[in-house]
């Protein structure tokens, strides 16, 4: 049975692993990447998605700064490539917006294949003045606001504003 639960230190190298069977190694060249490294994902918004114990899904929300504007990263999205087509990302999703929205949180942006992600709300009007750290597809770039005009008029580079991984962490 597959249940979606808060992401667990113990979880980190089978979602690591899961992730580079869903994604490749070249996950680790994203612009995304690049706000990610070094800091923890933002305070309750890391899930997996367990098939009797197995972690087969995961996502993360990161804290940044869209434009001047207090934002959420979303990323990566993964489910194990024999899981995928039973509606796993859409359950990670839809736990992860609500509890977003729940913690106050005001909008949301990815990079991300807008056909998959505009069922969600996502969209690219509000991150039309954003950019990332580095080479990404402009048609890609989509936003999802939780409070209106949370990103209106929102331009700039988006960073990275989360708390930092322990020195052993990243020392691991």
Same mark, same amino acid.
């Given at each position: 049975?597959?249940?979606?639960?808060? !992401?667990?230190?113990?979880?980190?190298?089978a979602?690591?692993?899961?992730?580079?069977r /869903?994604m490749?190694?070249?996950?680790?060249?994203?612009?995304? !990447?690049?706000?990610r !490294?070094?800091?923890?994902?933002s305070?309750?918004?890391?899930f997996?998605?367990?098939d009797?114990?197995?972690?087969?899904?995961?996502?993360?929300?990161?804290?940044?700064e869209?434009?001047?504007?207090r934002?959420? *990263?979303?990323?990566? *999205? /993964?489910?194990?490539?024999?899981?995928?087509?039973?509606? *796993?990302?859409?359950?990670?999703?839809? %736990?992860?917006?609500?509890?977003?929205?729940? @913690?106050?949180?005001?909008? %949301?942006?990815?990079?991300?294949?807008?056909?998959?992600? !505009?069922?969600?709300?996502f @969209? /690219?009007?509000?991150?039309?003045?954003?950019?990332?750290?580095?080479?990404?597809?402009?048609?890609?770039m989509?936003?999802?606001?939780?409070?209106?005009?949370?990103?209106?008029? @929102?331009e700039?580079?988006?960073?990275?504003?989360? /708390?930092?991984?322990?020195?052993w962490?990243? @020392?691991?």
């Open positions: 049975m597959i249940h979606i639960d808060d !992401e667990k230190i113990a979880d980190i190298a979602r690591e692993a899961l992730l580079d /869903a490749g190694a070249g996950r680790r060249l994203k612009a995304s !990447e690049r706000i !490294e070094g800091r923890l994902p305070r309750g918004l890391a997996v998605a367990r009797n114990g197995r972690v087969v899904g995961s996502v993360r929300l990161w804290d940044v869209a434009g001047g504007r934002s959420l *990263l979303l990323g990566p *999205l /993964a489910v194990e490539p024999g899981a995928q087509s039973r509606g *796993l990302g859409s359950g990670l999703m839809q %736990v992860a917006l609500n509890r977003a929205a729940l @913690a106050g949180h005001a909008s %949301v942006i990815l990079v991300g294949d807008p056909e998959y992600y !505009e069922r969600f709300g @969209a /690219a009007d509000p991150a039309r003045g954003l950019i990332m750290p580095g080479p990404f597809e402009r048609r890609r989509l936003g999802l606001e939780l409070a209106d005009g949370a990103l209106s008029g @929102a700039g580079v988006v960073i990275g504003t989360g /708390a930092m991984l322990p020195a962490q990243l @020392a691991a």
